[in-house]
C-alpha cells in the first residue's frame, strides 16, 4: 500500500508538473526560434553531464543505503558542494571555448546564467533523497510544480522580452532557488548541512560506479545533441531536440511515476526479502501497457502534435518525430534497470554495458549524421532495440528470469496497443494519412483510441485494469475527494498526509 500511495503522489505530482511544461512549450515555441531552442538544448546537455558527475558524492546512495546514519548524510552534502563547486567554476571558465566550439554564440552566455542554478545543487539533492528513501513524494510533488510554475512564469516573460536563449537560463535559476526555500522550509533539521567527511570512503566507493553510470548516460543522451549541432547547426539541433521530447513524453512523463518510486521501491522488495523477478516482470507488464499505445499514437498523429504543440515553423520535424516514436518502441523495459541493479547490488556491472552501449549508440549516430537529420533519427531504429536486448541481458544475470516469462509478461499489452491503434489508425487513412490528419479527425481519433485502450484492457484482462480500479476506489475515498464531493467549495490548501 505505501508503494502505491508514494507512486499516486509521484504521479500526481508529475501530472502537474506536465501540464505546466506542455503549455509553456507551446508558448515558447511560438516565442522563440529553432536556433534559440538549439543553443539552449546544448547548454542543457553540458549541465547534464556535470550534473550526473556529481552523483558522485552519493545521492542515490542515501535512498538504497539499509541503515543510514546522521554522519553518513553530512558526507553527502560536504562531498556535493565541493564537486558542485568544482564543475561550475569549470564550466564558466570555459564557457567561451565551449560556445566557439559548437558553434553556438549564445552558449557562453547561457552557461554562466545556468551555473546560478547549478550551484544550489547542494542545498536541495539531500533533502530529496530523504523524502525519496522515506517516500514521503507529497512534499516532493509540490516542490516540482512549484519549480515548474516559476521556470514557465519566468522563461514567458524574458523571452517575450527578447532574452532568447537565456529565457531557459534564467528560469532554471530561478526555480532552483525556489526549491532551496521550499525543501528548507519543510525540512527543519539543518544539520544535514554540517560538512563532515567521515563516510566518504564508502559513499566514494559507492559514487564512483553509480556516477560513472550516471555520467556514460548523459554522456550517451547529451552528445547526439552536441554532435548535432556541430555537423548540421543548431536549427536542425532545435528541431531534433524537440522531436526527441514529443517522443520520449510517454517515458519521462506518463511513467515518471515509476521512475521517480522505483529505486525505493526495489530497494525495499530486496532488503524484505521478497522476489524481485515477480515485481520486475509485473511492473514491466503494467509500464508496457501505457507506453506502447501512446508511441503508436504519437506516431499516427505526429502532424497535428507538432502543428499544435510546436507551431509551423516546426513543420519539418513531423518525420523525425514518426522515427523516433517507432523506435522507441522497444525501450520500455529500460526505465526500470537502473533501479533493479541497484537495488540487487549490481551497479558496479552497469558502468561497462553502458559505455559500450554508449560508444555503439554515438558512432553510429554520428555516421548517419553526415548525411542528414532524418538519416540520424532512422539509425536509432538500430540503436534502441540493440541497446535494450543488452540492458536486458544484463539485467537477467541477476534476477533470472526466463524469455518466456518476458514474452508472456508484454503479451497483453500488445493486444491492449493494437485494440487503442485500430481506431486513430482508420481515422488517419480516412482523412489523408500519412500526409495530414486535420484536427477534427486528431480529436475522434484520440477518442477512438482512449476506447480501443480500455476495450483492450478489459478483453485481455490486463492488470492494469485492476490498478486503475484501486486507484479510482482509494480516490474516492480521500478526504480531498470526499470534501469536492458533498461541497461544491474551493480547497484552499493541498493534503500531503498522506505521503
Not at 117 to 141: D, E, H, K, Q
Not at 156 to 184: D, E, K, M, N, P
Not at 460 to 478: D, F, K, Q, S, Y
Amino acid at each position: 500500500m505505501a508503494v502505491r500511495r508514494a507512486f499516486v503522489w509521484a504521479s500526481l505530482g508529475q501530472y502537474l508538473v506536465i501540464s505546466i511544461n506542455l503549455a509553456n512549450t507551446i508558448v515558447m515555441a511560438r516565442l522563440v526560434k529553432p536556433s534559440d531552442f538549439g543553443a539552449a538544448a546544448i547548454g542543457t546537455a553540458i549541465f547534464a553531464i556535470a550534473e550526473a558527475i556529481r552523483s558522485l558524492s552519493g545521492t542515490t546512495y542515501l535512498i538504497q543505503h539499509r541503515d543510514l546514519q546522521p554522519h553518513t548524510v553530512r558526507t553527502s552534502f560536504t562531498l556535493n558542494l565541493v564537486i558542485t563547486c568544482l564543475l561550475a567554476a569549470l564550466i564558466v571558465l570555459s564557457a567561451n571555448r565551449l560556445a566557439l566550439l559548437l558553434q553556438a554564440p549564445a552558449l557562453a552566455e547561457y552557461l554562466r546564467v545556468a551555473a546560478l542554478g547549478y550551484l544550489t545543487g547542494p542545498f536541495v539533492y539531500p533533502i530529496w533523497a530523504l523524502l525519496s528513501r522515506n517516500m514521503t513524494f507529497g512534499v516532493v510533488a509540490f516542490v516540482l510544480a512549484t519549480m515548474a510554475l516559476i521556470n514557465a512564469v519566468t522563461s514567458i516573460a524574458l523571452a517575450q522580452r527578447g532574452f532568447g536563449s537565456l529565457s531557459f537560463a534564467w528560469a532554471s535559476a530561478a526555480s532552483t532557488v525556489a526549491a532551496v526555500v521550499i525543501y528548507h522550509a519543510s525540512w527543519r533539521d539543518w544539520s544535514i548541512f554540517r560538512p563532515s567527511f567521515r563516510d566518504w570512503r564508502r559513499i566514494v566507493a559507492f559514487g564512483m560506479s553509480d556516477g560513472t553510470a550516471a555520467t556514460i548516460t548523459q554522456v550517451a543522451e547529451s552528445l547526439p545533441y552536441l554532435i548535432l549541432g556541430r555537423l548540421l547547426g543548431t536549427d536542425a539541433m532545435g528541431l531534433g531536440q524537440r522531436a526527441a521530447l514529443l517522443c520520449l513524453f510517454p517515458e519521462r512523463v506518463i511513467l515518471s511515476g515509476v521512475r521517480a518510486v522505483a529505486l525505493p521501491a526495489f530497494s525495499r522488495t530486496v532488503h524484505e526479502g521478497k522476489d524481485v523477478r515477480s515485481e520486475y516482470l509485473r511492473a514491466i507488464e503494467l509500464i508496457s501497457a501505457v507506453q506502447w499505445p501512446a508511441l503508436i499514437l504519437l506516431f499516427v498523429l505526429a502532424d497535428p502534435i507538432v502543428a499544435v504543440l510546436l507551431g509551423p515553423q516546426w513543420h519539418n520535424a513531423i518525420p523525425i518525430v514518426e522515427i523516433l516514436a517507432i523506435s522507441l518502441l522497444f525501450s520500455f523495459p529500460l526505465v526500470l534497470h537502473y533501479p533493479v541493479l541497484v537495488a540487487v547490488g549490481a551497479i558496479r556491472f552497469i558502468p561497462p554495458v553502458l559505455a559500450g552501449q554508449a560508444i555503439f549508440s554515438i558512432a553510429l549516430l554520428s555516421f548517419a549524421a553526415t548525411r542528414g537529420l532524418q538519416t540520424a533519427a532512422l539509425s536509432m531504429l538500430l540503436i534502441v532495440p540493440i541497446n535494450s536486448l543488452i540492458s536486458l541481458g544484463l539485467v537477467r544475470r541477476f534476477i533470472r528470469f526466463s524469455w518466456i516469462s518476458f514474452g508472456s509478461a508484454v503479451k497483453k499489452s500488445a493486444g491492449c496497443a493494437l485494440a487503442s491503434a485500430a481506431g486513430p489508425i482508420a481515422v488517419g487513412i480516412g482523412d489523408g494519412w500519412p500526409n495530414h490528419v486535420s484536427i477534427g479527425m486528431s480529436i475522434a481519433a484520440l477518442a477512438l483510441s482512449g476506447i480501443g485502450w480500455l476495450f483492450g484492457l478489459w478483453l485481455t484482462r490486463h492488470p492494469l485494469l485492476g490498478e486503475i480500479r484501486r486507484a479510482a476506489v482509494a480516490l474516492r475515498g480521500h478526504p480531498i475527494a470526499t470534501k469536492l464531493l458533498r461541497r461544491p467549495t474551493a480547497i484552499s490548501c493541498v493534503d500531503t498526509d498522506g505521503a
